[in-house]
């Protein structure tokens, strides 16, 4: 069965970086787009970040470009998030989730990330 | 990407239906069928329950129906049970540099 898990996350201060990873099983990650979207506290989802099968055409949000770097490993089925610069908005659960061409058929558990001094 | 205009809550008693709205523009619900719906309960990721306007996926209850009216999309939910109680999102496809937008969300609460 696909499974999407997350690791990575935690309590980082203003300004600091940290790296999100999915590790993708169950299904044939080269073959589908991945994206990662995240839940503020107290907010709705918001797309982060996706990339197409081979990582060639790549999206963000403007809440995050020039901060955020996403990228994939499809040898080894990895998603991967690079958050750079990080600010207090940017604490969240972040989701790892696959796409199947017109919505999302499966996300991970979610990882919480904190940005606070 | 403006997000998707969702009501931030409904609710209705068991049995009855109820219906929660998501008010696009002619460039994201408007011009495209690719409108899903989500629910997520709390502390759980979301699961697709809608896809495609209408569609649903293997395993969804027929309690669950999409449809789209212009720039508005909708969800409805017939026959309400304590276990639709969650937070309900809908998403489109837009184009352009940031393609996808999801609505702000609505809380739906079985009375």
């Known amino acids: 069965q696909v499974q999407l898990v997350e690791s990575g996350g935690g309590l980082v201060k203003p300004g600091g970086s940290l790296r999100l990873s999915c590790a993708a099983s169950?299904?044939?990650?080269?073959?589908?787009?991945m994206s990662w979207i995240r839940k503020a506290p107290g907010q709705g989802l918001e797309w982060v970040s996706y990339?197409?099968?081979?990582?060639?055409?790549?999206y963000y949000s403007d809440s995050v470009k020039g901060r955020f770097t996403i990228s994939r490993d499809n040898a080894k089925g990895l998603l991967s998030l690079q958050m750079n610069s990080l600010r207090a908005e940017d604490t969240a659960v972040y989701y790892c989730a696959k796409l199947a061409y017109s919505y999302i058929d499966y996300w991970g558990q979610g990882i919480l990330v904190t940005v606070s001094s | 990407q403006s997000a998707l205009t969702q009501p931030a809550s409904v609710s209705g008693s068991p049995g009855q239906s109820i219906t929660i709205s998501c008010t696009g523009s002619s460039s994201d619900v408007g011009s495209y069928n690719r409108v899903s719906w989500y629910q997520q309960h709390p502390g759980k990721a979301p699961d697709v329950i809608i896809y495609e306007v209408t569609k649903r996926p293997s395993g969804v209850s027929d309690r669950f129906s999409g449809s789209k009216s212009g720039n508005t999309a909708s969800l409805t939910i017939s026959g309400l049970q304590a276990e639709d109680e969650a937070e309900y999102y809908c998403?489109?496809?837009?184009?352009?540099?940031?393609?996808?937008?999801f609505g702000g969300g609505t809380k739906l609460t079985v009375l």
């Open positions: 998403c489109s496809y837009a184009g352009g540099s940031s393609p996808w937008v």
């Open positions: 169950g299904f044939t990650f080269s073959d589908y787009y």
């Open positions: 990339s197409d099968s081979r990582g060639k055409t790549i």
